[in-house]
C-alpha cells in the first residue's frame, strides 16, 4: 500500500470558495483514486468580527468594494458552481457573516474524537444551506451533537474556551507561512494552491503528483 498522499486544508467556514474548492478537489480525487488523508486548519476571515455578526450583503460591499449588483452576481455564479457540485447556496437577505473562532475550538475538539472532516462539511451546510446562527454556541453544540458528538462535551470546551491557544497558534503558523487568503491547500507538505481551482485542474495536480512520486 502506498503511503496516502498529505492534503492540508487551511480554510474557514465562512468561505463560500472553501467548500466549493473542497468538493472540485473531493471529485478530483474519487477521479484519480488517489490514496490520500485531508487535514483541516483554522483560518479567520473576520477576526475583528463582533459577536452579533454582520450582514452576508453588507459585509461584502464594505470589505471588497463590490456593488450590489457585483455581489449578487457572485451568489449567482457560486449557487451555479455549488449546485453542479451537489452543494446548496442559500443565501437570503438576512444572511449573515460570523466570528468563527469559537467554531475552530469545536473543530479542533472534533479533531481528538476523528470527527473533524465530519464536523467541517456539518457546519458549511449549516450556515450556508439551513443559514443557521454559528455565532450562537448552543447551534455550535447542536450541530455537534446532530453528527454524534458528545453534546456536554462540545458545550464545556466552549464555555471554558481549553482549546482557544491551540487555535490561535495554528492559525498563527499558517500565516507564517504566508497564507493571507483561503482555501489554501498544500499537497503533500510543500505543492501550495490557492483558491478553488476546479475539477480539472485539482484532477491533473493529483497526476502530476502520482508521476513525480511514481
Not at 467556514?13 to 474548492?21: A, D, E, T, Y
Not at 477521479?31 to 486548519?41: L, N
Not at 449567482?76 to 468563527?100: C, I, P, V, Y
Request: proline fraction near 4%; charged fraction near 20%.
Amino acid at each position: 500500500m502506498t503511503e496516502p498522499l498529505r492534503i492540508d486544508i487551511v480554510s474557514d467556514v465562512m468561505c463560500p470558495w472553501c467548500i466549493i474548492g473542497y468538493r472540485q478537489l473531493s471529485k478530483a480525487l474519487d477521479a484519480t483514486g488517489t490514496h490520500h488523508e485531508i487535514h483541516w486548519h483554522p483560518f479567520e476571515l473576520n477576526p475583528q468580527m463582533p459577536p452579533e455578526g454582520q450582514n452576508t450583503r453588507e459585509h461584502i460591499i464594505e470589505k471588497y468594494g463590490s456593488t450590489p449588483e457585483q455581489s449578487e452576481q457572485s451568489r449567482q455564479q457560486m449557487k451555479a458552481l455549488g449546485s453542479d457540485l451537489g452543494f446548496a447556496f442559500e443565501w437570503t437577505e438576512d444572511s449573515r457573516m460570523h466570528n468563527t473562532f469559537n467554531t475552530h475550538q469545536l473543530l479542533h475538539w472534533a479533531n481528538t474524537q476523528g470527527r473533524m472532516h465530519d464536523l467541517k462539511m456539518a457546519l458549511f451546510t449549516a450556515h450556508f444551506t439551513d443559514q443557521r446562527n454559528l455565532s450562537d454556541d448552543a447551534v455550535l453544540v447542536d450541530i455537534a451533537a446532530e453528527i454524534g458528538l458528545d453534546r456536554v462535551e462540545a458545550a464545556a470546551v466552549l464555555d471554558d474556551q481549553r482549546f482557544a491557544n491551540d487555535v490561535r497558534s495554528a492559525e498563527q503558523f499558517w500565516q507564517k507561512q504566508g497564507i493571507s487568503g483561503v482555501p489554501a491547500m498544500v499537497f503533500d507538505r510543500k505543492h501550495l494552491v490557492t483558491g478553488a481551482q476546479g475539477v480539472e485542474n485539482y484532477t491533473s495536480i493529483l497526476s502530476q503528483l502520482a508521476e513525480m512520486k511514481g
